[in-house]
């Protein structure tokens, strides 16, 4: 059964610095791998996403990379803003259509 | 970008009523929808999946007596939680694939209180 983690739990840095967050999982058979931002009472904005093949997807400030040999992806978020703040949640699929395994997410939270 | 909405986005109600969620993808054809649960400060558990016109498939631990999924169009599914009790109280979030491009699309969300 495929397991994700996230870590850390939870993020507090000053505005301007670096984001890093680790996302591992146990199988490594995954079809993808997908960033989701989700703010407090909200749905799900899907960030990056990474298909087996590949090492990193970048978007803007956003790079996430993926080794899948490992189960390991990295979101770096460069120069991290106050709107920054919010949980990531990473997930995986291990086949065109199927369901999304999720982790538990990484809250963050940028101060001014 | 794909749209997916979900209806209401806030619910109250007392406990033995029963709730129905709607989740439309608003301009794609979804054959497959997801219906995630949410507690706070969680990660989304996946509680069923969805296919348009064939019985929904739940997962372990997911009473499908409790909580009813049709799937009758392509462009809507409905959840519906039967003799909701306060222990149901969560947020539930539905997905909707879109197979032309296989890609997931999240609803906002529907926050469901029961008293």
């Known amino acids: 059964k495929q397991e994700v983690t996230q870590i850390p739990a939870a993020l507090s840095v000053p505005e301007g610095e670096n984001l890093v967050l680790n996302c591992s999982f146990t199988d490594s058979a995954i079809y993808n791998l997908q960033w989701f931002r989700q703010d407090p009472g909200k749905g799900l904005t899907s960030l990056l996403l990474?298909?087996?093949?590949?090492r990193e997807q970048t978007s803007g400030r956003l790079n996430a990379s993926l080794d899948k040999s490992s189960g390991r992806s990295t979101l770096y978020i460069a120069a991290s803003q106050p709107g920054d703040s919010a949980t990531y949640l990473c997930a995986v699929i291990k086949a065109a259509g199927n369901k999304l395994t999720f982790g538990g997410g990484t809250r963050v939270l940028v101060k001014p | 970008g794909a749209v997916v909405s979900q209806h209401p986005s806030r619910v109250i109600c007392k406990s033995g009523t029963s709730v129905k969620i709607e989740c439309r993808s608003l301009d794609f054809q979804a054959t497959t929808m997801f219906w995630y649960r949410q507690f706070p400060k969680k990660s989304l558990m996946l509680m069923a999946t969805?296919?348009?016109?064939?019985?929904?498939?739940?997962e372990q631990g997911v009473e499908k007596d409790k909580f009813l999924i049709n799937h009758a169009s392509l462009t809507l599914s409905t959840l519906t939680v039967t003799s909701a009790h306060p222990e149901d109280s969560s947020f539930y979030i539905c997905s909707a694939r879109d197979g032309g491009v296989d890609t997931q699309y999240f609803g906002p969300g529907t926050r469901l209180t029961v008293l």
């Open positions: 969805s296919n348009e016109g064939s019985k929904a498939t739940y």
């Open positions: 990474i298909q087996s093949s590949q």
